[in-house]
């Protein structure tokens, strides 16, 4: 166990290690974060940050001197930091997790092989594997990047009529990548598994997701679905973090799809944006959990105290000039969250915010509403 007034360091420094980084703070841990660019939103709410490439080892090994357990929240930390960081504090989830999830084509495979559901998928390298993929998956499918994708970038929908896989595949940016059938679900919901190293496991309560151009808009919690289907989706997460053996915070993504059935979309072992709702509608916070479960804390209660959207405010809300937040927080129980970005770019998460109602349609209701003042 890493008890309170120990140093959690985190690799990465955007809006997830901010928000870890406060929770930490609340427990009496110190923090430190690891992030190539200076000045970022988790650094200003740490003890220190060091502003370093993850391949200058020598800043590598002043951050593990300077703790005593490392996490990390950027999906793409190169696994040549983790060996080298390995060697000299522990590292929770261990590196193995990362290097399966940050990499769709390792992340697919592994579902496929453990026998948990997901697309049909292929591997596409060629324009010609792209044809002949798209002969058995079917036409109406997305092609992803296998590294580096996040928020629908590197991805690109193929639709039933469209049939020109040289034409795909030329201008697509990237050497290798998955073909996924597109899915026609119902809805997507995602579920945050937290393990410990103690064995202890507990989910939180099933979040009912929004996407609009690819990017999460609104999770609503608890989602609106059968209690039997919110209770396969996180076994289902149960299972997948115990597959993997994360010690640490697993977001599962999935498709509920029309027969009922779930489909797994994608895995972050990391806090998880679908999450942000449980800063302000949980006992405990994700990002509270997070924490105990890489320190071998007991794991939180994760109670939904009242039934909560969140809506993410990206940098399009600054197109105007500085959005209206004097209305969100006019309405006492909206709760705003701002990461401290000096920059807003398009489709850039600049905050979020949280708002309730007596039932999930409800505050899904006031959410747009509030989300049109802005
Ligand atoms: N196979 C698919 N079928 C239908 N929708 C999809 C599929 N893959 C992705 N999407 C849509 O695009 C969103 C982003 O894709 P995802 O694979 O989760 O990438 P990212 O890393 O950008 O979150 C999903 O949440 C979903 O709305
Ligand atoms: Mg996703």
Known sequence: MIPPGKTIGILGGGQLGRMTGQAARALGYHFVVFEPQENCPAGQVADFEINASYEDEAALKRFADSVDIISYEFENV????????????????????????????????????????????AIIESANQLASALEHIGRASVLKTADFGYDGKGQVRIREDQAQPEYIWSSFDGERAVLEKWMDFEMEISVIVAANSNGETSCFPVAENIHTNHILDYSIAPA????????????LAKEIASKLGIVGLLGVELFLLRDGTLAVNELAPRPHNSGHYTIDACITSQFEQFVRAICGLPLGLVDLVKPVTMVNILGDAWS???PEFSKLLQTPDAKLHLYGKSQARPGRKM?????????????????QELKAKL
């Open 351 to 367: 905050g979020h915010f949280c708002i309730f109602g007596p039932d999930a349609n409800e505050a899904f209701q006031r959410a």
């Open 320 to 322: 105007e000039g500085e």
């Open 78 to 121: 190169p696994a040549s930091a983790l060996r080298f960081l390995e060697d000299h504090k522990p590292i929770h989830p261990k590196p193995e997790c990362l290097y399966i999830c940050q990499n769709r084509e390792r992340e697919k495979n592994f579902l496929k092989e453990n026998g948990f559901p997901c697309a049909p998928f």
């Open 224 to 235: 609106r679905i059968e209690p039997h289907i919110a209770e396969a989706a996180q076994d």
